[in-house]
């Protein structure tokens, strides 16, 4: 009896593996479809200045627009693009296409904005990356010094010499790198103090639970301390309360992101609400 459970167990788990399995393939071979007919779209949400309130920038998020109207989360996608191969090209062109959208924005003479881009694992570790953000710049004649490079703290904090030495020549291009996920990766700290950072950006998660509770105040207050100790600007993610905001400003942290201070939207309509021309 036991052994029949055990089976049907083993059974059930192998249904469901095909299924995920069968489920990768089916995202993989229309997420294909969706880069050959032009179906991913960038949306831009707004990084606030806590101090003035002045957008001071854009982060790239990657939306891939379903015909009901909805979207499929690149929390979904992007790791199946990743394990495919497609997350280079799918990441140069989102670079190509965030660096193009603020110098057409800067042409227009829009504020001084810097656009941030999330940069995968997979694209970081391609030898043909610093040479995509070169061409890149070059093709939209994007200063560098307007980009900064998302990259999470699990693949920026590795201890690596080649992390050191992408970062350490994006630096002399006048490129920034932001670790981003700040305080999610179990990483090795010490590694910081070798990196060039131009942002810390402090997971949501932190953010999250700032519920006033002195632990959580307490843990905040440390990465603030030292973010600024090592002279670093840290980014707030995923601001959706009063209550959040305001404790974060009383932290010091530098600039905010999150619903409350707006969501991310398309380009046009971006502009519309932070630039009007
Ligand atoms: P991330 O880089 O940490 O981006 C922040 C995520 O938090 C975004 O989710 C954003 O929409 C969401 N967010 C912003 N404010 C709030 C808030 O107040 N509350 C809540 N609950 N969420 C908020 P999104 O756009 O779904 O992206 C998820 C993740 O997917 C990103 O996390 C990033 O890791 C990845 N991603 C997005 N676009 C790209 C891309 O172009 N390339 C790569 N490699 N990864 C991307
Ligand atoms: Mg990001
Ligand atoms: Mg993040
Ligand atoms: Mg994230």
């Known amino acids: 009896q036991a052994k029949a459970a055990g089976k049907g167990r083993l059974q059930f788990y192998q249904d469901s593996m095909a299924q995920a399995a069968q489920q990768k393939l089916r995202l993989h071979t229309q997420l294909v479809r969706a880069i050959e007919q ?52 799918i990441g140069e062109w989102v670079l190509h296409e965030a660096c193009a959208q603020l110098a057409r924005w800067r042409a227009q003479g829009c504020p001084d904005w810097r656009m941030s881009v999330n940069i995968s694992g997979h694209q970081w570790e391609d030898p043909g990356f610093f040479p995509a953000v070169h061409r890149v710049l070059e093709d939209t004649a994007l200063l560098p010094t307007q980009l900064m490079l998302e990259v999470t703290e699990s693949v920026l904090l590795k201890d690596s010499r080649g992390t050191q030495q992408l970062a350490a020549a994006l630096r002399a291009l006048g490129v920034q790198v932001a670790l981003d996920d700040y305080g999610t990766g179990f990483s090795n700290l010490s590694q910081l103090q070798h990196l060039d950072i131009g942002q810390l950006k402090l997971d949501r998660s932190f953010v999250t639970a700032l519920s006033g509770t002195a632990r959580s105040l307490a843990m905040v207050r440390s990465a603030v301390t030292l973010s600024h100790g090592l002279n670093v600007p840290m980014v707030g993610e995923g601001i959706e309360t009063h209550a959040q905001l305001e404790a974060l400003k009383a932290l010091a942290c530098d600039v905010g992101q999150g619903f409350l201070l707006g969501g991310p939207v398309p380009a046009e309509e971006f502009a519309q609400l932070y630039f009007s021309a």
């Open 38 to 89: 032009g179906g991913l779209q960038v949306v831009y949400q707004p990084q606030v200045d806590l101090q003035t309130g002045d957008v001071v920038g854009m982060e790239a998020l990657l939306r891939w627009p379903q015909p009901g109207g909805q979207s499929v989360s690149p929390e979904q996608f992007i790791p199946v693009a990743e394990e495919r191969g497609l997350i280079v090209p």
